[in-house]
């Protein structure tokens, strides 16, 4: 008994490729997705305790990042520590600025906001306060 060869017309083909397709923009599209939603649930408890109330961070020396929940138009950084600390209002790309011990550096935008302060030390670490207000 012999065999018959099954013929496939070019829709068939194009439904496949098509399917194949849309899976593996699925399998991309999953990872980032669950990256975006972990990083915006990690964010959300930072500033949550009120707009004018200080959060207290330490600064070491890597670059670290305080996303708000809602856009600030000030924000107030103290340096409570022994070690002179660098901040950079919401771009790496931007000019950093100098905090020494013991002292206080506001940023207040009246035309735009502040989402995230970027901060560090060049070497040890310093307790900081940061105060936004929106």
Request: no cysteine; net charge negative.
């Amino acid at each position: 008994m012999e065999k018959e060869l099954e013929l496939y017309d070019d829709g068939m083909m194009e439904t496949m490729m098509l399917g194949i397709f849309m899976i593996m923009i699925i399998a991309v599209a999953i990872p980032v997705v669950v990256n975006v939603a972990q990083t915006a649930v990690a964010s959300q408890g930072i500033l949550a305790q009120g707009l004018n109330e200080p959060y207290g961070l330490t600064a070491k020396s890597t670059v670290q990042e305080l996303a708000f929940t809602q856009p600030m138009q000030s924000v107030m950084i103290t340096n409570d520590g022994t070690t002179t600390v660098y901040a950079k209002v919401n771009s790496l790309n931007n000019q950093a600025n100098e905090i020494k011990t013991g002292e206080t550096l506001v940023f207040d935008y009246n035309t735009h906001v502040i989402e995230r302060v970027f901060y560090y030390t060049l070497s040890g670490q310093s307790d900081i306060r940061i105060t936004g207000t929106g």
